[in-house]
């Protein structure tokens, strides 16, 4: 008797056992069919939420995260964001993009602030055929040869220019020391254009007294400085990350340096003031946008809707990070599909898209045609200067 019981409670065992895991995996199925099915597309975000990087990476996300809230559905269909951290590092901005595309199936993607993080995802993008819209990577090779990138942004050859025109014809500079993050070709490359549109401006090849480097992560300057100091140049043109940034004109002004120091859009960050306090006022860089000067009915929508979303005024990098979204819905709404190639096909014909930060039409190299805005910290704050068309 006790031997039939005992076969019996096994049998039971068995079959509940059975019934559970049959029961786990419909729902597992369920909630997969709910989340990647038709009625979701997915847009990946890979962007710097940590490392050096992560003061710009936050305020993209914030932007990107607004313009979902205000238009999260297209087609009919629910859009989810998958946000990825790449941690301000190449090979790990590779496999978020990977990621996003192997693990997520995502339809496209938004990212990167920093141009060598974009950079490090631009073969894995074109391989899977996924199309991939930057915010902010202004260097010219994030897009270059590469069908499925493209970008809301300007490029360095205009921003190196836009600084070069502000030094020589605003400034009177009529020679310039470089001092450049060497490990980022966002650096190192607007350097490059500054340095040529420059030389051009002044008609004289010898107008470049020095460019000299440092290394992401440095925190002493105090050798380039002490070498460009005994130059005597009339401007030092310095982009580079915030951080690194603020150190060095920090230590600049300790070592009586006293000359303008310019630079590019990654100084746009709360983190720029906050290291360099007073020793960056009169620091001016060029940058995107400007919430003191709205350029499109959007812009007027955008900044009021991050206002009362994130109680403080908008920047560049999440206005970028908006428009980059909105231009991809635009394309998914345009292509009717969902389907990646559809979609890069729609993303490469935008023209007089309204944007937050103006009028976005992408030329034959995937790049945003677009104004630059200069502004200068005064009194703590950023303050707009002026607006340059291209």
Aim: charged fraction near 25%; aromatic fraction near 8%; glycine fraction near 8%.
């Amino acid at each position: 008797m006790l031997k039939k019981i005992l076969i019996l409670v096994l049998v039971v065992t068995l079959l509940s056992t059975s019934l559970l895991g049959c029961s786990n995996s419909s729902d597992e199925k369920n909630d997969g069919a709910s989340d990647s099915g038709s009625d979701v597309i997915k847009i990946g975000v890979f962007e710097p939420m940590t490392g050096g990087n992560a003061a710009g990476g936050e305020m993209t996300v914030e932007g990107i995260k607004l313009a979902n809230e205000m238009r999260g559905e297209v087609l009919g269909k629910k859009v989810k964001l998958v946000v990825v951290d790449n941690k301000s590092d190449k090979v790990e901005a590779a496999n978020a993009a990977s990621r996003l595309i192997e693990k997520d199936k995502v339809a496209a993607i938004i990212g990167s602030y920093g141009s060598s993080l974009s950079m490090a995802a631009g073969d894995i993008v074109k391989n899977a055929k996924v199309p991939a819209v930057g915010c902010s990577p202004t260097n010219p090779l994030v897009t270059l040869n590469n069908d499925y990138y493209f970008r809301v942004c300007f490029i360095d050859p205009f921003q190196g220019t836009v600084m070069a025109n502000y030094a020589f014809k605003e400034l009177g500079a009529k020679k310039a020391a470089i001092i450049q993050d060497v490990t980022q070709d966002y650096s190192v490359g607007l350097s490059k254009y500054f340095v040529d549109a420059f030389k051009k401006l002044t008609g004289d090849d010898n107008s470049i007294v020095d460019v000299t480097s440092y290394n992401s992560g440095d925190q002493d300057f105090s050798a380039q400085l002490t070498n460009v100091k005994g130059l005597n140049p009339d401007v030092i043109f310095a982009p580079g990350n915030y951080g690194e940034s603020a150190l060095l004109i920090k230590q600049a002004r300790d070592l009586g340096i006293t000359i303008p120091i310019l630079g590019g859009d990654t100084w746009e960050a709360p983190e720029f003031i906050q290291i360099g306090r007073k020793a960056v006022e009169g620091a001016v860089f060029s940058t995107h946008f400007t919430a003191e000067a709205p350029v499109t009915e959007m812009s007027t929508k955008f900044l009021e809707a991050y206002k009362n979303k994130y109680n403080k005024d908008a920047n560049a990098f999440s206005a970028l990070g908006f428009d980059a979204y909105m231009v991809i819905l635009d394309a998914i709404e345009r292509a009717n599909s969902t389907d990646p190639e559809k979609i890069r096909d729609a993303i490469a014909s935008t023209k007089d898209f309204v944007g937050a930060t103006g009028n976005i039409t992408l030329d034959e190299n995937g790049d945003a045609v677009k104004s630059a805005v200069i502004k200068k910290v005064s009194n703590g704050e950023f303050k707009y200067l002026t607006t340059v068309e291209p």
